[in-house]
């Protein structure tokens, strides 16, 4: 391993370390991720990382004891750390898994600023990496310029991830509980409706039908992204005349490339 590579070991739900994967393509740092607590040993021996992030509100593990553990036992007692998570107030450190530099990083994450976080960790621990040379703009998908994507979803993590993705990209994007869904698809008028399905009084496929129904929504087109996976689901989409349908998990990719062909065709029907 070369002295300036950074090696970021992810330790996260898969949904997180997708789009951490996902900000750091082109920022020349190799990117290891591990959802599970029994996987954490053969990460760290793959991995041999430089920096560690840790999702302290992640479903399968506890954040703050992953640390203690890895500063302990693990043998990562000197690599520094960075934890995910809702506010800096909830965790508290001891003196024993401060060995190394740790940092709290609130979400949603912001990819400038986590990028900068990982490096600036990474020089802490001694490791100085040369300045690079800045990296040219990102060219966005034209799909993308000017575009409004509405999220209805009650889960606000997955929320918040989808949101950071799509912003990343380019899109303005509106976040909304189901009850409010139609009145801020009639105000903010979108260009594209992200539906979950699973939700607590009005479903996916009944605010759907209500999109449908009404002659200043029902030109939205609908993609709806949801854990069910039963074929029953996916027919009663297409009578929905639903643009698309995505379960989860779905890769970063195939859903940026589904949003940008149906904001496409939309378009070309315009």
Do not use: W
């Given at each position: 391993m070369s002295p300036d590579e950074?090696?970021?070991?992810?330790?996260?739900?898969?949904?997180?370390?997708?789009?951490?994967?996902?900000?750091?393509?082109?920022?020349?740092?190799?990117?290891?991720?591990?959802?599970?607590a029994d996987e954490l040993v053969e990460a760290l021996r793959r991995a041999r990382p430089t920096v560690i992030a840790?999702?302290?509100?992640?479903?399968?593990?506890?954040?703050p004891a992953v640390l203690h553990w890895l500063r302990s036992d693990g043998g990562a007692r000197d690599v520094p750390a960075?934890?995910?998570?809702?506010?800096?107030?909830?965790?508290?450190?001891s003196e024993a898994d401060a060995t190394a530099p740790v940092e709290?990083?609130?979400?949603?994450?912001?990819?400038?600023?986590?990028?900068?976080?990982?490096?600036?960790?990474?020089?802490a621990a001694g490791i100085?990496?040369?300045?690079?040379?800045?990296?040219?703009?990102?060219?966005?998908?034209?799909?993308?310029?000017?575009?409004?994507?509405?999220?209805?979803?009650?889960?606000?993590?997955?929320?918040?991830l989808v949101r950071t993705l799509l912003e990343a990209e380019g899109y303005r994007v509106l976040e909304c509980a189901n009850l409010d869904a139609f009145k801020t698809a009639i105000v903010k008028r979108p260009d594209v409706m992200?539906?979950?399905?699973?939700?607590?009084?009005?479903?996916?496929?009944?605010l759907a039908e209500v999109f449908k129904a009404c002659r200043l929504t029902?030109?939205?087109?609908?993609?709806?992204?949801?854990?069910?996976?039963?074929?029953?689901?996916?027919?009663?989409?297409?009578?929905l005349q639903a643009a698309a349908f995505l379960t989860k998990?779905?890769?970063?990719?195939?859903?940026l490339v589904t949003l940008a062909t149906v904001l496409g065709a939309g378009a070309d029907r315009a």
């Open positions: 950074i090696r970021l070991l992810v330790i996260a739900a898969r949904e997180y370390s997708e789009t951490i994967q996902y900000f750091l393509r082109d920022a020349e740092i190799s990117v290891y991720a591990v959802d599970r840790i999702d302290c509100v992640s479903p399968q593990m506890n954040g960075m934890l995910i998570t809702v506010g800096k107030s909830q965790h508290k450190l709290f990083v609130d979400v949603p994450l912001h990819q400038a600023d986590f990028v900068t976080r990982v490096r600036t960790l990474h020089r100085v990496r040369p300045a690079a040379a800045p990296a040219p703009a990102e060219q966005r998908p034209a799909a993308a310029t000017g575009k409004t994507v509405m999220i209805v979803e009650d889960d606000a993590d997955h929320s918040n992200v539906l979950d399905l699973m939700m607590p009084v009005l479903d996916g496929f009944v029902r030109h939205i087109p609908i993609i709806f992204l949801t854990a069910l996976h039963d074929p029953q689901y996916v027919e009663a989409s297409r009578d998990p779905v890769t970063i990719a195939h859903f």
